[in-house]
């Protein structure tokens, strides 16, 4: 069955799922993803494998794998999207195969890995907090290793999703070069016409569009986490001139690189402020209030 394949970029270095349904939608993207089920049931599809989850499974898709959800009857989840390089000691096992069963039974009904699961979800929101990614990478990398070792990760299989897989890697890892359909042909040993067709067919993109999103997601990161000026980051995620990097950045985003460093910078103070507010009222609470309990 051929499908229709939506690639997703994410500026985020984790993201966080959680609710009663996943998405129908056959996607990929360069980042791990994680689902955690809590109650219920659903299906999961990693590749061409059909995975039925039960409450405590867990699902790992590997980067650039093709995934895709059901969801007939109520269930609860909670998820994560992870970059592979926040892991660099496990980076060699994301990036050079695939699970034999992308799930496992049972596993999040244990009590050693659900306090694992709770305690990095439960650092969703706490952006202020002043070691934040330290910690939510001690809490990541915990849980992987107690997962990973009850996987069976064998070598990349032969076909189109090896061919896929092999494309998206070479150029998630190459963005900021100067890529071409002849340079993968070289580099890859597959006829760029047949590249050019795979990303077109599976993923709905054309070639440049494909390369632009990566560099414009990457380029969401720097806005975000540094203070390199818009033309010094379209430079390091390889646009050839600012007024390029302007173009494809407002055609993926809907705004421009200035637009965009703005409006999230003031989403983040804004939420700052906002816990800030919530701390000092808690704190009124516990200390004036007769009615609240003193813990």
């Given at each position: 069955?051929?499908?229709?394949?939506k690639?997703?970029?994410?500026?985020?270095?984790?993201?966080?799922?959680?609710?009663?349904s996943?998405?129908?939608l056959?996607?990929?993207?360069r980042?791990?993803?994680m689902?955690?089920?809590?109650?219920?049931?659903?299906?999961?599809?990693?590749?061409?494998?059909?995975?039925e989850?039960?409450?405590?499974?867990v699902?790992?898709?590997?980067?650039n794998?093709i995934?895709y959800?059901?969801?007939?009857t109520?269930?609860?989840?909670?998820?994560?999207?992870?970059?592979?390089?926040?892991l660099?000691?496990?980076?060699e096992?994301?990036?050079m195969?695939?699970?034999?069963?992308?799930?496992?039974r049972?596993?999040a009904?244990?009590?050693?890995?659900?306090?694992?699961?709770?305690?990095?979800f439960?650092?969703?929101?706490?952006?202020?907090y002043?070691?934040?990614?330290?910690?939510?990478?001690?809490?990541?990398?915990?849980?992987?290793?107690?997962?990973?070792?009850?996987?069976?990760v064998?070598?990349?299989?032969v076909g189109?999703?090896a061919?896929?897989?092999a494309?998206?890697?070479f150029?998630?890892?190459?963005?900021?070069?100067?890529?071409s359909?002849?340079l993968?042909?070289?580099?890859?040993?597959?006829?760029?016409?047949?590249?050019?067709?795979?990303?077109?067919?599976?993923l709905?993109?054309?070639?440049?569009d494909y390369?632009?999103?990566?560099r414009?997601?990457?380029a969401?990161?720097?806005?975000?986490?540094?203070?390199?000026?818009?033309?010094?980051i379209g430079?390091?995620?390889?646009?050839?001139?600012?007024?390029?990097?302007?173009?494809a950045?407002?055609?993926?985003?809907?705004?421009?690189?200035t637009?965009?460093?703005?409006?999230?910078?003031?989403e983040?103070?804004?939420?700052?402020a906002?816990m800030e507010?919530?701390?000092?009222?808690?704190?009124?609470?516990?200390?004036?209030c007769d009615?609240?309990?003193?813990?």
């Amino acid at each position: 069955m051929s499908l229709n394949v939506k690639y997703e970029y994410k500026s985020q270095d984790i993201a966080f799922l959680a609710g009663n349904s996943l998405s129908p939608l056959p996607h990929l993207h360069r980042d791990l993803e994680m689902i955690c089920i809590l109650e219920g049931e659903a299906v999961a599809y990693a590749d061409s494998t059909r995975c039925e989850l039960h409450a405590g499974d867990v699902f790992l898709s590997f980067p650039n794998q093709i995934h895709y959800y059901e969801t007939h009857t109520p269930m609860k989840h909670v998820g994560f999207i992870f970059k592979p390089d926040l892991l660099p000691e496990m980076m060699e096992t994301f990036t050079m195969g695939l699970p034999q069963q992308p799930f496992i039974r049972g596993v999040a009904s244990e009590p050693q890995v659900r306090v694992l699961i709770d305690a990095l979800f439960e650092t969703h929101g706490r952006e202020n907090y002043p070691h934040l990614s330290e910690l939510r990478r001690g809490y990541l990398l915990a849980l992987c290793a107690e997962l990973l070792p009850r996987m069976t990760v064998v070598k990349l299989p032969v076909g189109d999703s090896a061919s896929l897989r092999a494309i998206v890697s070479f150029c998630s890892r190459n963005y900021s070069e100067n890529l071409s359909l002849s340079l993968l042909e070289e580099k890859l040993h597959l006829n760029k016409f047949y590249i050019s067709h795979l990303i077109s067919g599976k993923l709905g993109l054309r070639f440049n569009d494909y390369v632009n999103s990566l560099r414009v997601s990457e380029a969401c990161r720097y806005l975000l986490n540094s203070d390199h000026s818009i033309t010094e980051i379209g430079s390091l995620v390889g646009f050839n001139t600012p007024r390029t990097f302007n173009r494809a950045f407002i055609k993926q985003m809907g705004v421009s690189p200035t637009e965009y460093r703005k409006q999230r910078q003031n989403e983040l103070t804004v939420h700052a402020a906002r816990m800030e507010t919530d701390a000092a009222v808690e704190v009124a609470c516990v200390s004036d209030c007769d009615e609240c309990p003193v813990i």
